[in-house]
Every structure is written in C-alpha cells, then in structure tokens.
Nanobody
C-alpha cells in the first residue's frame, strides 16, 4: 500500500504562484509514475501534469508554460510549481502515484485563485 499526501494549497490572487508538494511512501518511489490531477466543482477530474520514472513530463494544454512538474526521488516527493495562476485553475488538486498497475491517490488540496 502506497500512502500519498499532498500539501501546499491555498488562496492566491490571479497572476500569483503556488507550489504543491506530494510525498509518496515506499522504497520504490523512483519507479512510480507520478501525476497531478485536479477537479473543479461540477467537472470531471482531469490530468494536469505527469512525470513517469523516466522523467519525461506531460502537461495539459491549459497549463503549458505556466506549470512545472518535478520530482526528487531522494525525498520521495513530486512538486507542482504553478505560476501565472488564473481563476479557472481553482480546483482540488490530487496527487497520483501509479505502481504495478495500481493507482494511489492523496486526499487532495484546495487551490483557489481569486482577488
């Protein structure tokens, strides 16, 4: 069982920045595929950014050029740096760890972009 814990959400003004962190348990973290998803009220959960074990990143078109996903395998942690935030980025952000065909989710962290 992999435990996934997110942190770093909050309230930010449009144009501001936030960095989300996600820690996943287990000695095999370096081979986990990690991703950030988000779900806004009344909408389906969507992929924001992903970083597999090989480190080749993938982003939703709506966040390209503004968000950056990275990982620190020594700390079992993946980050999502979010810049130039927009009101439409408001959502609950979830971290996902995928290992041996199984998905593990965190509890989510709220990001609100509002003036």
């Amino acid at each position: 069982q992999v435990q996934v814990v997110e942190s770093g959400g909050g309230l930010v003004q449009p144009g501001g920045s936030l960095r989300l962190s996600c820690t996943a348990s287990g000695s095999m973290f370096s081979i986990y595929s990690m991703g950030w998803y988000r779900q806004a009220p009344g909408k389906q959960r969507e992929l924001v950014a992903a970083i597999p074990s090989g480190g080749i990143t993938n982003y939703a078109d709506s966040v390209k050029g503004r968000f950056t996903i990275s990982r620190d395998n020594a700390k079992n942690t993946v980050y999502l740096q979010m810049n130039s935030l927009k009101p439409e980025d408001t959502a609950v952000y979830y971290c996902n760890a995928r290992h041996m065909g199984l998905d593990y989710w965190g509890q989510g962290t709220q990001v609100t972009v509002s003036s």
